[in-house]
C-alpha cells in the first residue's frame, strides 16, 4: 500500500480496494454515458455508493453492464502506479475542478494501467488482481442523478 506525506491517516474503515475500484468505475461511467466521475461518492469496507449526474435513467440491461464492464477491468491485471505532474502540465488532461484552493502545485496522478488516471491523494492497491468482484447491489435514478450502490466480494 502507498502513502502520501499530504494524508493524514487514512480513517479505521478506509479501504483501498474498494478506492481503487471507484477510479475503474468512474472510467467505465465516463465511457459508457459520457458523464462526468462520480459527483458524491462514500465509499467505505462494507459498501460503497456512487452519484452520476445522466440526463435519463439507465436500463437494468446497462445497469448489467456497468457491472460487467468494471469486473473485466479488475480481471485484467492492471498495475496502479503514480505519477507527478504541476497544475499546469495537468490541465487540458484531468477535471481539475475538484481541486480545493490550497492544493499544492504538484498533483499526483493515479493511474489503472492504461484504463484510467486522474489526480488522488487516496491510498490503492498494487494491481487490480487485489480488488475482488464487483457487484452492484442497487440504484435509483432521481432528478438527474444516478445512486449506485455496491461492494467487493472475494473472487
Do not use: W
Not at 491517516?9 to 468512474?26: F, R
Not at 488516471?117 to 438527474?144: M, R, W
Amino acid at each position: 500500500m502507498e502513502t502520501s506525506p499530504e494524508l493524514n491517516a487514512p480513517k479505521k474503515d478506509y479501504c483501498t480496494p474498494m478506492h481503487t475500484c471507484e477510479h475503474i468505475l468512474n472510467q467505465t461511467m465516463i465511457r459508457m454515458f459520457g458523464c462526468g466521475r462520480a459527483k458524491n461518492a462514500h465509499i467505505e469496507k462494507k459498501k460503497s455508493k456512487c452519484d452520476y449526474a445522466l440526463s435519463d435513467s439507465p436500463t437494468d440491461v446497462q445497469i448489467a453492464e456497468i457491472e460487467q464492464r468494471v469486473n473485466e477491468i479488475i480481471r485484467m491485471q492492471l498495475p496502479v502506479t503514480t505519477e507527478f505532474l504541476s497544475q499546469e502540465e495537468a490541465k487540458g488532461r484531468f477535471n481539475l475542478e475538484k481541486l480545493p484552493d490550497d492544493a499544492s502545485e504538484t498533483l499526483r496522478i493515479v493511474k489503472v494501467g492504461d484504463y484510467d488516471a486522474c489526480p488522488c491523494i487516496g491510498l490503492h492497491v498494487e494491481n487490480t488482481s487485489e480488488i475482488g468482484q464487483f457487484k452492484i447491489l442497487s440504484y435509483d435514478y432521481n432528478e438527474g442523478i444516478l445512486r449506485l450502490r455496491f461492494k467487493l466480494q472475494e473472487m
